[in-house]
């Protein structure tokens, strides 16, 4: 579904790679989660999977990326924004109409869905994403997590295969957080989507991503199952990562009970741990 081969990649302005040589797949249905300390290149990574570089950021770039089996380099943003839905970690670079309802429906009307549709998916991403209150808003009087609630409503209108998720949480209160990850889990789980999130919360991504990308100077650290990845206090730390909370805690608590504690990778096995060590 998503293949990088060997991409090289160095920012006109930049004296080095800021990405070297990395190859990586990602198949359909996958929860991947792009972890790694500021700067390392999360973001420039996740500008290859839409095209945005080579095409509108410029640079040094070498390699290929195909997606969906197009290569991208023959591919415009525009033709690959219906495959790709793309949420930049910035969301006042990415509104681009006057108010809500516009610029939900902006996305669908490029794709040439009919009014009709239009009208009925923009009903149901209000609601999915509980932003009904705001869809007579101007979107220059939004909050920055109202903004964020926006672009990913006009990204799921658009019913892409693929979501690539540059920090999408970073401005939302804790409820809308926990909204978003179920409407994310269920996308995933019941319609394969394949997502791709780039986030700094590790406690949020323990709970949602199979599978950890962890970057760093350019290159990919590890790559595998979010409980593996998630739990190696050792390999966050070295790459100037907080492992997520449950396991910090589970951590210490083996330090200083000095019997063995088993280190849970999802809340709910944290519940269940604790259930059996209070019995
Ligand atoms: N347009 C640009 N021109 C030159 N250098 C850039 C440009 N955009 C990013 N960089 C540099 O490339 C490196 C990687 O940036 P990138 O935004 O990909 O990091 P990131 O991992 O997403 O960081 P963060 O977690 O802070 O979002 C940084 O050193 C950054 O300063
Ligand atoms: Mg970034």
């Given at each position: 579904?998503?293949?990088?081969?060997?991409?090289?990649f160095q920012y006109l302005s930049s004296s080095t790679n800021i990405l070297d040589n990395i190859s990586l797949k990602i198949e359909k249905g996958e929860f991947v989660g792009i972890i790694g300390p500021t700067g390392?290149?999360?973001?420039?990574?996740?500008?290859?999977?839409?095209?945005?570089?080579?095409?509108?950021?410029k640079g040094y770039f070498s390699?290929?990326?195909?997606?969906?089996?197009?290569?991208?380099?023959?591919?415009?943003?525009?033709?690959?924004?219906?495959?790709?839905?793309?949420?930049?970690?910035?969301?006042?670079?990415?509104?681009?109409?006057?108010?809500?309802?516009s610029e939900i429906a902006f996305g669908m009307e490029n794709l040439g869905i009919s009014r009709e549709e239009i009208l009925n998916r923009l009903d149901r991403v209000l609601e999915t994403l509980s932003i009904n209150y705001i869809r007579n808003r101007a979107t220059a009087d939004l909050s920055e997590g109202e903004k964020q609630r926006v672009i990913l409503a006009s990204i799921l209108a658009m019913n892409p295969?693929?979501?690539?998720?540059?920090?999408?949480?970073?401005?939302?209160?804790?409820?809308?957080?926990?909204?978003?990850?179920?409407?994310?889990?269920?996308?995933?789980?019941?319609?394969?989507?394949?997502?791709?999130?780039?986030?700094?919360?590790?406690?949020?991504?323990?709970?949602?991503?199979?599978?950890?990308?962890?970057?760093?100077?350019?290159?990919?650290?590890?790559?595998?199952?979010?409980?593996?990845?998630?739990?190696?206090?050792?390999?966050?730390?070295?790459?100037d990562l907080v492992p997520p909370t449950v396991v910090s805690l589970f951590q210490e608590i083996q330090k200083e009970s000095k019997i063995a504690v088993e280190i849970p990778s999802s809340h709910s096995q944290a519940t269940e741990i604790l259930r059996r060590m209070l019995k």
């Open positions: 579904m998503i293949d990088i081969h060997k991409v090289s390392c290149g999360k973001s420039t990574l996740c500008y290859m999977l839409n095209g945005l570089i080579p095409h509108s950021i390699g290929t990326v195909s997606v969906s089996g197009k290569k991208l380099v023959n591919e415009s943003v525009e033709e690959m924004s219906a495959i790709v839905g793309y949420m930049l970690q910035e969301p006042s670079f990415q509104i681009a109409t006057p108010n809500v309802t295969q693929i979501l690539v998720l540059d920090e999408c949480s970073s401005m939302l209160d804790l409820p809308s957080k926990l909204n978003l990850a179920t409407t994310l889990k269920q996308l995933n789980k019941n319609e394969q989507k394949t997502i791709v999130m780039i986030e700094h919360d590790l406690d949020y991504l323990l709970e949602l991503a199979d599978r950890i990308i962890l970057i760093n100077n350019g290159q990919i650290i590890a790559d595998g199952p979010t409980a593996k990845i998630l739990t190696d206090i050792e390999l966050l730390r070295a790459n």
